[in-house]
């Protein structure tokens, strides 16, 4: 699975932006789907992620909790993070990243994917 993601760009406090992931790949809606992020001089950080076909589990990092929403869209192998009242704080670098045989419990934990995206910036101007 190649996974490549995009939307990005710089906004001011308050604003709103989506990015979106697309895969590669027949077997997309078997996929975990999360987005992490990382800030300079910060380990990466979870923030939201999906399940695949067969379950119904949505997580998000307490952060970005009623500001965020992912989605994904199957049909289009491409899932997406419509990121709301950003704040400054949120600046970094998002990734998507993917795996076919996560735990719900394993969601927030980057070390269990083995997909990943190149990454796209968002900047949040105060």
């Known amino acids: 699975v190649q996974l490549q993601a995009s939307g990005g760009g710089l906004v001011q406090a308050g604003d709103s932006l989506r990015l979106s992931c697309a895969a590669s790949g027949r077997t997309f809606s078997r996929y975990t789907m999360g987005w992490f992020r990382q800030a300079p001089r910060k380990e990466r950080e979870f923030v939201a992620a999906?399940?695949?076909?067969?379950?119904?589990?949505?997580r998000y990092s307490d952060s970005v909790k009623g500001r965020f929403t992912i989605s994904r869209d199957n049909a289009r192998n491409t899932v997406f993070l419509q990121m709301s009242s950003l704040k400054p704080e949120d600046t970094a670098v998002y990734y998507c990243?993917?795996?076919?045989?996560?735990?719900?419990?394993?969601?927030?934990?980057?070390?269990?994917?083995?997909?990943w995206g190149q990454g796209t910036q968002v900047t949040v101007s105060s």
């Open positions: 990243a993917g795996d076919q045989n996560l735990i719900v419990s394993s969601m927030s934990t980057p070390d269990e994917y083995d997909y």
């Open positions: 999906i399940s695949g076909l067969g379950r119904s589990a949505i």
